[in-house]
């Protein structure tokens, strides 16, 4: 589980980039990020998201995003990528056993 | 009330999250609500971080706001390296950038870009606020100050 706080733009995308690669890196398959948190999130963000989930898939992995405020889920599907990621409306919603799920 | 202002930043990335912060407070103490701000926020964000990105040589950039009653106009200039949108494919569903214009175009009513004989690279930004105005209060009343997001 990571979880994003605060503004994700072009001068904190990088931190959140190498958050979510250390955490791959680290062996986790089904990274599960909270974005509850996240005020504003701009293309740079969506950008490192979509990274992190195609890095996640070439180590047959998955990335969820778990709980974007509406002002960043509407962002999501106006890019059409509401439709790329996998998206859990509350962190209730997630399977209990985090770390071994996997979802289709 | 219409609110005027500018603001010159250096070319660097940090300086986009202060042109939120300035250009955000003035959206809210102005009574704009919330979901028109974070529009304005992001389509403005996506004009500066590309200025930042791709506006070498400029050291700086500059950000003109006029708040009128029923608009927000938004003028980003700078003096480097020119900026052609035709030249931005619509991005792949999975391509990992050149959303940024396609946000601009989505979140505000006109998006002009355009380079001026000194040298002077200009995006233009508007959106209107009639709809904003009339939004029912779930959306945020325009006519009240809302509390910050932070």
């Known amino acids: ?67 974007p405020k509406p002002a960043v889920r509407k962002i999501l599907e106006v890019t059409g990528l509401a439709s790329v990621f996998t998206i859990q409306d509350s962190l209730d919603a997630l399977p209990l056993a985090a770390g071994s799920g996997s979802t289709a | 009330m219409d609110v005027t202002f500018s603001i010159a930043l250096p070319r660097e990335a940090y300086t986009v999250a202060v042109m939120r912060d300035f250009l955000g407070e003035a959206l809210r103490s102005s009574g704009i609500c919330a979901e028109c701000r974070f529009a304005i926020l992001l389509a403005a964000s996506e004009a500066c971080a590309n200025v930042v990105d791709h506006g070498f040589p400029a050291v700086g950039y500059q950000v003109d706001a006029r708040l009128l009653p029923d608009t927000c106009v938004l003028e980003i200039t700078h003096r480097g390296r020119r900026f052609n949108p035709s030249r931005v494919p619509l991005p792949d569903l999975e391509a990992e950038s050149g959303r940024g214009i396609l946000l601009m175009r989505h979140l505000m009513e006109d998006v002009a870009i355009s380079g001026e004989p000194d040298g002077t690279t200009r995006v233009l930004l508007r959106k209107r606020l009639a709809e904003c105005a009339a939004a029912p209060p779930d959306h945020g009343e325009c006519v009240a100050p809302q509390p910050v997001l932070h």
């Open chain 1, 1 to 67: 589980m990571v979880t994003v706080r605060g503004e994700i733009d072009l001068y904190t995308a990088p931190q959140l980039q190498s958050g979510l690669l250390n955490a791959l890196e680290d062996g986790a398959r089904r990274l599960v990020v909270d974005m509850s948190g996240v005020e504003f999130c701009d293309s740079t963000g969506m950008s490192v998201l979509l990274s992190a989930l195609k890095r996640a898939r070439e180590h047959k992995g998955t990335l969820e995003l778990v709980a």
